[in-house]
């Protein structure tokens, strides 16, 4: 079964820290880009970070650079983004995706809250 499945999402304070992680089952993960996107309140999905599928080149959009980290384990089929001094307008829906092949998980919530 082609499948994506995130995990690691939870209710934070802001300036701590969360890693998501996505299992990725059904495909050759290791020929793939992979993406992290997100989904804030009231807002669209948009973009937040992405890695070939050697994992050497990485890119991020520009509110979370230097805080976000995307990674890949490709004997693991996994991918990760972790989040560091999260920020009260980091909350959303934390989507893994394979954009080229247009699939997507089911999302995890990220809340950051005081």
């Known amino acids: 079964q082609v499948q994506l499945v995130e995990s690691g999402g939870g209710l934070v304070q802001p300036g701590g820290s969360l890693r998501l992680s996505c299992a990725a089952s059904?495909?050759?993960?290791?020929?793939?880009?992979m993406a992290w996107f997100r989904q804030r309140p009231g807002k669209g999905r948009e973009f937040v970070a992405r890695?070939?599928?050697?994992?050497?080149?990485?890119d991020y959009v520009d509110s979370v650079k230097g805080r976000f980290t995307i990674s890949r384990d490709n004997a693991e089929n996994m991918v990760y983004l972790q989040m560091n001094s999260l920020k009260l307008e980091d909350t959303a829906v934390y989507y893994c995706?394979?954009?080229?092949?247009?699939?997507w998980g089911h999302g995890t919530q990220v809340t950051v809250s005081s």
């Open positions: 995706g394979a954009p080229s092949r247009d699939l």
């Open positions: 059904g495909f050759i993960f290791e020929n793939q880009g």
């Open positions: 890695i070939t599928d050697n994992g050497i080149y990485t």
